[in-house]
């Protein structure tokens, strides 16, 4: 399927809209990491998964790690803080996370490997190669400087303090914190301005969950091993991709449910949510999970939003914005440029395409509301820009996704779950 003709939605009135959501890869392919250097069995119980995740489970197999499908999830055999083969041929295909969270592992566990990756991460840049340089790490580039795919030999870090920069991508952040408990106690110095960012709440969190302990004073955090890991962990689906149908609540005044999704979720894109609160949407915990109730809400001005720490909804807000009665402003993206594509020209260049002013101003995104003509949006093979732009087709019937494929990436099934949604008779 090269593209995707998205059809107008009509909602019924009083209906509930509950998709089945994959499992979160954020937490998925971190607790990934942990269980595969843990001492001992950890069944991960979670929903569906997609590509990113298979490409970990699959960069883990290289290395030795047995993993087992089963209905509820994934059992993982824990290697005790020491991959199995010490050499290997590893290719993180278009999987950031394991891109980011594998490669810092393996400098910590030690070995000789070769990393690759699909033609569009070669194009992104892994600055945590030159925090591991610093450290000690041997690394023979193949190509650009700082990009896969390169040579990386280790004898496990020996550095007691690392340094990150939180502005490049707080992942890198992420996969010290996670190697760090599973190996060897090291203290993380986080510098920029996203320090206290969601993504690294998410992972203290989960590192806690796996045993281990950290404690933090001020910028620094410190990290000590864990001991014994949990037997079983449950894994949340993924926020990120319910916020599309989330958005549904205000584009179309309906009430939304998504299962197995908390207010005390460890998720960042939850501060979503509370963007649809601004506007009159009523966010209540169920038993079954988040129900987002729009029903009494009719026009809504736009946003400013400083979407800093939650900027995978930073494409979900522009696609909500033309419909705004007033201008929106998205602050401190500047950091999504360096994504999957350069996710601000995405959003400028779809929405001028399709007749709505949107223009940059610094790291921030100014849209103007206005009518919204047909056209085709281009993705640039990126998983969000086709899934939140999906939210002006809903709304509008003339929109034409190109390569919806890409959204195997992360919800391999979300056009199919669109088309159900559209087709009355398929409700």
Known sequence: ??????????????????????????????????????????????????????????????????????????????????????????????????????????????????????????????????????????????????HFPFRMRSDGLTAEELTVDTDLSTQYAGGILLAAACTRPVTLCLTGSRTHGSYIEMTLRLIRAFGADWTRTGDRISVTPAVQPPLRFEVENDLSGACYFYALSLLFSARVLIKRIHKDTAQGDFKFLHLLEEKGVKITDTPNGILADGSNVGTFDGWDADMRDFSDQALTLAALAPF????????????????????????????????????????????????????????????????????????????????????????????????????????
């Open 1 to 146: 399927m090269n593209e995707y003709k998205v059809r107008k939605f009509q909602p019924r009135q009083g209906a509930i809209i509950s998709p089945d959501i994959p499992a979160s890869k954020s937490i998925l392919n971190r607790a990934l990491i942990l269980a595969a250097l843990a001492n001992g069995k950890v069944t991960l119980a979670c929903g569906a998964y997609a590509d990113d995740t298979r490409s970990l489970l699959s960069c883990l197999s290289a290395l030795g790690v047995q993993t087992r499908k089963t209905e509820d999830g994934i059992v993982v055999y824990g290697c005790g803080g020491k991959f199995p083969n010490r050499t290997a041929y590893i290719d993180v295909q278009s999987a950031g996370t394991a891109a980011r969270f594998l490669t810092v592992a393996l400098a910590f566990v030690g070995g000789e490997y070769t990393l690759t990756a699909s033609p569009q991460m070669k194009k992104r840049p892994m600055d945590v190669l030159s925090v591991l340089e610093s450290a000690g790490v041997h690394i023979d580039y193949f190509g650009e400087r700082g």
């Open 324 to 427: 705004a009665q007033t201008p929106t402003r998205i602050r401190g993206v500047g950091h999504i440029r360096r994504q999957e594509c350069d996710r601000i020209n995405a959003i400028v260049e779809n929405l001028n395409a399709l007749g709505v002013p949107a223009e940059t101003d610094g790291d921030d995104i100014v849209i103007r509301p206005a009518p919204v003509r047909g056209g085709r949006v281009k993705t640039y093979d990126d998983h969000r820009v086709a899934m939140a732009f999906t939210l002006i087709g809903l709304k509008t019937g003339t929109i034409v996704i190109e390569n919806p494929q890409c959204c195997k990436k992360t919800f391999e099934n979300y056009f199919e779950i669109i088309s159900k949604l559209t087709d009355p008779m398929k409700r």
